[in-house]
């Protein structure tokens, strides 16, 4: 069978905001939830009708079904999203090679459970963060560390598929022995996979404007740093590999879907702020957004969208930005496949350059695990020769065509 | 052509943020010479910075017609001050091409120590002073009080004092009054030769340099041939005319007139303030008094952020210096930032306004050096003296047999409130107090002498922040005095860094490497490898700090919905690249350069 695209499905709705999080969701509850669902899900279905004729008739590769807090629809119209996706992600006979979908573990119960079982997700992502209460009181999660823990034992017991949970470091109110009593309670419970992210002040977030105010302090470098590496022993000790820089997963446990993101393989995304990719000719991707609004999204599905063309060296920098953050690295040879130059012309010799960030290893460019934590310096180096080398490279490879 | 009897010769003279710049924003508009709806605020402040910091560098002057109760029209020429103590040379030109002084007092604040000194200066031009209580509208405003101080303070009579609020543009019309019925009209001779005073010029890139003057004697007129005394240079007047909202040409200038002429001159630099304007062929014998050559008091480098841009920032200095004649400046070479310019600044304000307009005006990315005043060096084989304000041309020490930095009569305004602060403040910065009066039951003069070097840094804003404001400073420079002088060289990986060097006081170099070192450490970006930060004094470390390697930089998660912002935040992230500096192996951002700039933000916040 042909490579189909993916799929992402974005739910805008959770239970409270998070404070560090700057994601598009919305929280509305009781009916104004149950109605603004309903929209929703008419929006999703007008939208992905629109888009079967061009790419929905092979089905999908994989499904990712995030957000905002999926978990948290009413019961009977995450069961219908659900099927509708499935649906069409099944057209053709396909039948997914991997269906995630988030989830908060206060949600998770033998309901929601049975729910997507029907349906075939496949893989639940936790949004655990923290098992440190002041850390989860200082960022808004909801319930407390042993609630959220009774819940992962039940996903344990009662989840018959593949499982992740989400951990993040340097939110205030953490410590290094948090973060590894973190990373061994879930690993201890059965998660095969851990997405293990630094919290990221993102501009408008209230949490940079508490730490702006001084209301909450951030732990600094030393601090942070030493976070991630109580929990990186933990998960190395444990059989985890890193498989992209914030990714860890015991074998065969890596998420399919995200790796096709760092591929820049094909996918589609339905729902407020999701963001489609797919490729528009040799070294091109056209990019769609859908409108960061439940409104204006619902309105009008398909117009909401603006779409935009990533090509030349943006698109070849972010081929390399993407691809280095993976275990696998950038295959030199599918790099000048796609984009018709060779990467050294393009980035310069980065694995000269920076020996102890990158190395060369057959025909690829991967990071050594001190790259992965400070790949932003390669990567700014890349961007710099890439601007000054392209427009003789790629007048270059115009010639040799 | 009018009346010399109907024309009055003004200034308005006040601390700064009195409000003088405001008053002449009523003035003009009064004037009808612009449309309300065109005004901006502070029209007289023509540069960006002027407006935005409400400060005054230049001075301006513009022309007005007044028709007084008399039925009479009288020509009113206002020349607006600058209002910062680096300026009180331009201040005291300004204030003798008038006849009168509005002396500005804000009803909030009362008498402060700007007041005071441009008073004295006024009196010793025996100008006609006119007090005028200011921010009469404001909540705070104390009118009685602010009439007392002026009474007791400078001795003029508190309740002829008009009130007026600039904001607000009440009492206008008595101050026009006063300022017909009260500043004595010119007294010169139009028969005379020519004497004209300049107070200021302007660099206009179509006209060439257009110099401000006020004739005292005689006329000047298109096609006349002139000579600046000073320089003695001669030109031919191509234009004469009068500051209106813009200029406007007339056939002439004569006794008693405020205005403009054109002659060809191709950069400020060759135009003196102060200096006097006199005909070719019919000179007069002596200039007019008060000229004095500015010196510069505070040098600091300027280099390109990259070394390449070099060219572009010479362009940019040559075209300011077209219209800042007080800047001056020569080439200077450094082996860590390559080549740039030594310049010689009239205080830090003014060093200021020059980074700030090469910024912005001239979209330069720069680095500046820790400023320095200028020492005296006694050399000790035959005696010679050497004069230095690089610490790159700092000699031998052994050679050195001793050295001497300039000194200021600092004066000090205060409520009672704050003296032990105040004092202790100036004591800690080497200041010998030398007066102590009784203003009033409330407040106090305070009179220090210390070393310029000392107020240099963060002087202003630790006097501001000890007295919550309310003190208020003004200086000037009074002689040389033996110190103890030592060069301060920062190394970074073991390198020394020419462009952080300083000269300091040999006693605090100990406390101020200290400080360097953790603002540089503060100021840099973690890298690959481990740096040292260090602070030396001939051949020995006085201080350390270390910056450890990077342990993670990375963004923390990348998938579907943010590659392109991400994309970005790196684009982000490569320009900021564009603004450090490689020293060695290591990357220095402009800050690293700016931490030896401003002594110790942080002990105020402390």
Known sequence: MAAAPSLYVHVPFCASRCSYCDFYSSTPSGPALESAARLWLEAIREHLERLEPSFGRDGFETVYVGGGTPSWLPGDALAEALRLIGRVARSGGREPSEWSLEANPEDVDERLVDTLLEAGVTRLSVGVQSLEDAARRLSGRRGSAADALGRLEGIAAHWPGRWSVDLMFGLPGQSA???????????????GHVSLYELTLEEGAPMSRAVESGAVSMPDDDRRADQYEAARSELLAAGFSR?????????????????????????????????????????????????????????????SVSESTVDGKDAAFECLMMAMRTSRGLSLESFERRFGIRAVDAFGRLHERFPELVRLDGDAWIATDRGLDTLNEPLVYAMSEIERSWDDIAGRSVVSV | MHDIARTRNFCIIAHIDHGKSTLADRFIERAKLVDRRKMQQQMLDNMDIERERGITIKSQAVTL???ARDGLEYTLNLVDTPGHVDFSYEVSRAISSCEGAILLVDATQGVEAQTLSNMYMAVEHDLEILPVINKIDMPAADVDEARRQIDRDLGLDGDEALCVSAKLGTG??????????????????????????????????????????RVFDGSIVPGMAIRLMYNDAEYEVEETGLFKMGLVKTDGLVAGDVGYFIAGIKTVSDVRVGDTVTGAADPVAEPLPGFREVKPVVYSSIYPMDTADYDELKVAMEKLKLNDASLIYEKDNSAALGFGFRCGFLGMLHLEVVQERLEREYDQAIIMTAPSVRYRLTMSHGGDTVIIDNPADYPDPSRIDGAEEPYIKAQIITPLAYIGNLITLCINKRGAQTGFTHLDEKRVELTFEMPLAEVLFDFYDKLKSTSRGYASFDYEIIDYRPTELAKLDILINSKPVDALAQLVYRPSAQERGRKVCERLKDSMDRQQFKIAIQAAIGGSIIARETVNPVRKDVLAKCYGGDITRKRKLLEKQKEGKKRMKMVGDVELTQESFMAVLRENEDDDRR
């Open chain 1, 243 to 303: 498989y992209e820089v914030s990714n860890w997963a015991l074998d065969g446990q890596e998420c399919a879907h995200n790796l096709r993101y760092w591929n820049l393989d094909d996918w589609l995304a339905v729902g407020p702020s999701g963001v489609g990719n797919v490729s528009s000719g040799p070294g091109a991707f056209r990019r769609a957004a859908n409108a960061a609004d439940l409104e204006a999204y619902c309105a009008d599905p398909q117009g």
């Open chain 2, 65 to 67: 017609s007044y028709v």
């Open chain 2, 172 to 213: 206008l019309d008595e101050l026009f009054e006063a300022i017909v019925a009260r500043v004595p009209s010119p007294s010169g001779s139009r028969e005379a030769p020519l004497r004209a005073l300049i107070f200021d010029s302007h660099y206009d890139p179509y006209r060439g340099v257009i110099v401000h003057i």
């Open chain 1, 177 to 191: 022995e948090g973060l590894a009593d973190d990373a061994r309670s879930v690993i201890g419970l059965g998660a």
